[in-house]
């Protein structure tokens, strides 16, 4: 359980708790919508394909499968933040389906 001081919590409780979670490559959505951010700790996930990818930012990562008024891979979340939170989340990891 992390400290209640803990940066990267802001009440993700209230739409990331108990979700199911995917890991996969990030492809880019469009054109226009060509990255996301870690949802903890907002590093920046690219498509490996994306001629702009920056060599600093993440091509792989957590998503979230679709639930509620959210689509397939709206929030997403990094390896780092996955192991830290994941007890506290309560997350389900659900098998690429490759
Ligand atoms: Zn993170």
Redo the contacts with the bound molecule.
């Keep these: 359980m992390p400290d209640s001081d803990e940066w ?1 919590l802001q009440g993700q409780e209230s739409y990331l708790k108990g979700v199911s979670l995917r890991y996969k490559r990030y492809v880019m959505r469009d054109e226009k919508w060509d990255h996301d951010h ?1 949802s ?2 907002w ?1 920046k996930f690219m498509d490996e394909q994306n001629v702009n990818a920056l060599p600093d930012c993440l091509y792989e990562g957590y998503a979230t499968l679709a639930c509620d008024q959210f689509a397939d891979d709206y929030f997403w ?2 390896a ?2 996955f192991e830290d939170f994941r007890e506290h989340f309560n997350w389900k990891l659900v098998p690429n389906e490759t």
């Design positions: 990267r870690c903890f700790c590093a979340i990094c780092t933040c």
